[in-house]
């Protein structure tokens, strides 16, 4: 079954917070990298990203992660990232050895 990603903002004057839950793959990763982007551009000090209702995360959903990382970095804005250990996005971020490039937390 493929459960579509769905994706909640909330945005407060310090931190940016992204609930992601469902598949994050080719079809929704564009939208979770925009939103990244947008909170780097709307000038949060952070972000947090919940990862903890991620049923599936394959390697264009984390590339596009990543690329949001990055430009949350080059504007100076922290990320943490929360999925419980033995999730499925926490397995696949900790095999590809980006959890603290993601800012990875419990």
Do not use: Y
Request: glycine fraction near 12%; include cysteine.
């Amino acid at each position: 079954m493929h459960d579509v990603m769905t994706l909640r903002r909330e945005a407060g004057p310090e931190v940016t917070r992204l609930a992601v839950a469902g598949e994050v793959d080719l079809a929704g990763g564009g939208e979770l990298r925009d939103a990244m982007e947008q909170a780097a551009l709307g000038r949060a000090a952070a972000v947090e990203l919940d990862l903890r209702d991620v049923s599936f995360l394959d390697s264009s959903g984390l590339a596009a992660v990543l690329s949001g990382a990055r430009v949350l970095d080059a504007h100076g804005c922290a990320l943490r990232t929360a999925c419980p250990p033995g999730s499925e996005a926490r397995l696949v971020i900790e095999m590809a050895g980006v959890g603290r490039l993601l800012g990875l937390t419990a």
